[in-house]
């Protein structure tokens, strides 16, 4: 069997799954390949891998996510890269693979994505991490130095909710920084700003995105069909 590249994982909910179905379509393709489609609901026109005991909602995204780098991690112990997105993300393959090639294959840890939110302060600790909402990557050692810590992550969900912040705090804790690139990975919608809220902005002077985030099924297709100057 070949070593996978990259292994992927598509976080969303039993709303969500049409919009999820468009990124099948769209961006969700070979290169990201092998993917999961991580939720907790069956669903009889994408291939959905159940993470037991998630619930939907919000708060459903941390156990999906977690839950779905173990599973991954233990499907493909020796792939060089797991990456985390969801259904409101339009991810640049060609550009990301760029980014792969130039980052190469190390032994050492590598967290990479985008910082979005700045820091968090964790009781006296103050920490950078990688926005979950902008997609991120952990190479094969940063995954593999993650993994045992992982069921106890899940275990302490109800006082720490947010997973993006969750693995920064304990990759920081293992001695791994984060290596950002905010230039590229974007955690906003570029047509209604931050948060993609309504009669917000426009984000402006994006160039050669990687990714984005809070977008519709239509913005999805809208980017992938080349009706923005964005497109790859």
């Not at 708060?59 to 259904?87: N, V």
């Not at 393959?93 to 820091?119: F, I, N, Q």
């Not at 302490?156 to 001695?175: I, N, R, S």
Request: with cysteine; glycine share 10%.
């Amino acid at each position: 069997m070949t070593t996978p590249r990259i292994v992927t994982s598509l976080q969303t909910g039993l709303a969500y799954y049409p919009r999820a179905k468009v990124c099948t379509e769209t961006w969700l393709n070979n290169d990201l390949s092998p993917y999961y489609i991580h939720s907790s609901t069956p669903c009889d026109y994408l291939p959905i891998t159940i993470v037991p005991g998630a619930g939907e909602g919000y708060p459903s995204a941390t156990p999906k996510r977690l839950g779905g780098l173990k599973q991954m991690i233990s499907d493909h112990p020796d792939a060089e890269w797991f990456y985390q997105a969801s259904c409101d993300n339009y991810v640049f393959t060609k550009r990301l693979m760029a980014l792969l090639d130039e980052l190469g294959t190390t032994s050492e840890p590598m967290y990479v994505g985008g910082d979005v939110c700045g820091h968090l302060s964790v009781g006296s600790q103050r920490l950078t991490y990688a926005s979950g909402g902008a997609t991120y990557l952990l190479n094969n050692a940063a995954a593999h130095l993650l993994a045992p810590e992982l069921d106890t992550l899940m275990s302490q969900l109800p006082e720490h909710p947010f997973e993006d912040a969750l693995v920064g705090w304990k990759l920081q804790a293992l001695g791994v920084k984060p290596t950002l690139y905010s230039d590229k990975f974007y955690g906003c919608n570029p047509f209604r700003g931050h948060c993609g809220n309504h009669g917000a902005a426009p984000r402006k002077g994006i160039v050669n995105p990687i990714s984005f985030h809070y977008l519709s099924a239509d913005e999805i297709q809208r980017v992938h069909t080349g009706g923005s100057e964005w497109q790859q």
